[in-house]
Structure formats: C-alpha cells, structure tokens
C-alpha cells in the first residue's frame, strides 16, 4: 500500500437529477484511475461539511459509495477520508471495510480519525461526548479492529467498547492498511506511531514543518522509524489551464462561504488561502512541490472543490502532479 497522489470527493452538489448523481462520480473515480492517482477517496459525513457547503446538500454515505465505485473500477485504491470512529461500532467497522477490500478485490484502505462534526452526531442521536471521550474511544477501537483485519479474533473489555473472540471472515488478506487522518500532534500522530501504516495531516501547509517535526517526535516514543510511517497532505487544489479563470473560481468559492478575499488583509488573505492550491496546472505542481512534498511529506491527497466533477480537470491535475510523486 502506498498513498502518493489521492483525489478526494468532498462535493455532491453537482447540476442534474439525482439519478445523475452517482454516475459523475463513478466517472470522476474512473478519470483519476487512468490519470494515475493510486487512490479514490469519499468523506465520511452525513450532512456536507462548513466551509464547503450548507448541512443539507447532497452527501452519500461512504461504504455504500465505495463498495459501487470497487465495481466500476479495476486498479485504483479506495477509502474514506476518513472514518468517523463514533459512528460504527469497531468490530462491525472492521467487518465494513474488510467487505470493501473483497469486493474491491484488496483494494480497500481503512482511513480513520476520531469524529468532530458535533451537528452530525445530535441529529442522528449519535454519543458525541468531550474531546477525551473521543481519543479514547478511537484507542480502543484501534484495539479491536487491527487484530480483527489481522486475521485474529480478538477479546476487549474497555471503557466504551467490548468484544468476545471477535471473527472476522472472509477476509482477502491479513495486511489491510490502516491510515488515521488528523492534525493533533499528541493524541493523533501518537496513535498513528502506535497503529498506523499511513497517516493523512490535516493542517494548514504553513504548519507542515511543525506537524512533521511532532510526529518524528511521536515515532521516537514508541521506538518506530518515521520512514516506516507514511505522510500525506489533503490539499484544496482550484485549477484550471487558463490560470485567472483558477483565480476566479477561488474568488466565488470563498465568497459563496462568506469570505470576500477583496476585502482581507495580506495576512488574512494568506490565511484563508493556506490549504489552497490554485493556478495553472504548472502552478498547481510548482506550489505542491514547494510547499508539501519539499516539507519533507511523502504523499499528496487533493480534492478540486469547485470542478472536479467537470470531465478532464481530475486528467488535467493528474498529469500535472504525478510527475512530483
């Protein structure tokens, strides 16, 4: 398993009928397949995110949508970025994603954090529980859910979780990757020392040398060698050949979430912009490279926010940065 170069579908809000939904997906999946990204993500969520779109725009449900996308594909890998741990039970998630890896035949990666997004877990009557409570529950789920994707059937007496003698079956191999996404520098990356094949940071780029400098840290602790554990950076990429139509579509995008970058200070500017990846594909590359992968990350995860879903720009992106990794 390796994560190089990831596209991520954050965004469902797509022009048409429902029923067109889901086939401008299979076909963004199957685009960056052939452009040469290792890997096919969905988000984890019920209700679209803040700072994307409104709670009730369109949103699947992960490992519905890519058990359907593990038949309408052949080489690309498949996760969530990432899993909510709050909203499975861990044995049941691990039994999900091992039925993803067989569909998919052993394609699936188990992406998996915490849980954040407090509307989600009070409107579906899911425990939310305090920062603590969440690390917690994310700990002894790991517990459970390695051995489980490992082939042994584990008992666990926790907190929050138990299990007896715990079967897994049928699985299609004992090495599913596992990959945890977050941007805590203790809690996060130190489970991610402890369980972790794969971790996704999700900071802004300007903390990238910090955040890599803490999990080096957090591998020390365990005594793991950081080479052994896998980085990526989810980045916002807004792209397109002609570079002030990119520009343009940052501009609307901020904007249709309540931020009129004319009106912003250079440092708030900078601020707003600082997961943002935006030009000509040459400049999308140039600023990947300098700002991500020369920061010492292994791997680059992208999402084009406001036109993947547009046939040719996930082909566009793809030739542009899988020459970097």
């Given at each position: 398993?390796?994560?190089?170069l990831?596209?991520?579908m954050p965004n469902?809000?797509y ?5 067109d ?6 076909a963004q999946a ?18 679209q995110l803040?700072?994307?779109g409104?709670?009730?725009e ?7 949508a890519?058990?359907a996308l ?6 690309i ?10 909203y ?7 039994k999900?994603v091992?039925?993803l890896?067989v569909?998919?035949g052993?394609r699936?990666?188990?992406?998996i954090g ?13 425990e939310f529980?305090?920062f603590?409570d969440?690390f917690?529950?994310?700990d002894?789920a ?8 490992r082939?042994t ?9 138990q299990?007896?003698?715990a079967?897994?079956?049928?699985r299609?191999?004992d090495d ?11 809690k996060?990356?130190?489970l991610?020392?402890q369980f972790?094949d794969?971790?996704?940071?999700i ?16 591998c020390?602790?365990v ?5 052994d554990?896998?980085?990526s950076?989810?980045?916002?990429v807004i ?6 139509k990119a520009?343009?579509l940052?501009s609307?995008y901020l ?7 004319s009106d912003?200070?250079?440092?708030d500017r ?18 990947v490279?300098?700002r991500v992968?020369d ?5 680059i ?7 993947g879903?547009e046939p040719g720009?996930?082909e ?8 970097l990794v």
């Amino acid at each position: 398993m390796t994560i190089r170069l990831g596209y991520q579908m954050p965004n469902f809000s797509y022009s048409g009928s429902v029923k067109d939904l889901f086939p401008k997906v299979i076909a963004q999946a199957r685009e960056a397949e052939a452009a040469g990204f290792d890997t096919a993500f969905v988000m984890d969520h019920f209700y679209q995110l803040p700072g994307i779109g409104k709670p009730d725009e369109p949103m699947l449900e992960a490992y519905s949508a890519l058990s359907a996308l593990a038949t309408a594909t052949d080489t690309i890998q498949l996760s969530a970025l990432v899993t909510g741990n709050t909203y499975r039970n861990p044995a049941i998630l691990a039994k999900t994603v091992t039925t993803l890896d067989v569909v998919s035949g052993g394609r699936a990666i188990l992406g998996i954090g915490a849980g954040w997004f407090e509307l989600e877990h009070k409107s579906f009557g899911l425990e939310f529980g305090t920062f603590t409570d969440r690390f917690e529950r994310l700990d002894e789920a790991l517990q459970i859910i390695e051995p489980m994707l490992r082939g042994t059937r584990p008992t666990f007496d926790g907190l929050w979780y138990q299990v007896e003698d715990a079967i897994n079956e049928p699985r299609i191999r004992d090495d599913l990757p596992i990959m945890l996404g977050g941007g805590g520098e203790k809690k996060t990356f130190g489970l991610a020392a402890q369980f972790a094949d794969h971790l996704n940071i999700i900071c802004d780029a300007s903390e990238l040398p910090r955040k890599i400098k803490a999990l080096e840290a957090r591998c020390e602790e365990v005594d793991r060698d950081p080479k052994d554990l896998e980085t990526s950076f989810l980045a916002f990429v807004i792209l397109d050949e002609d570079g002030d139509k990119a520009k343009q579509l940052q501009s609307d995008y901020l904007l249709s979430n309540g931020v009129n970058l004319s009106d912003l200070s250079d440092d708030d500017r900078a601020k707003a912009t600082d997961r943002h990846f935006c030009g000509t594909p040459d400049d999308v590359a140039e600023q990947v490279q300098k700002r991500v992968l020369d920061q010492g990350v292994d791997g680059i995860i992208i999402n084009l926010i406001t036109n993947g879903h547009e046939p040719g720009v996930v082909e566009l992106a793809g030739k542009a940065l899988k020459p970097l990794v």
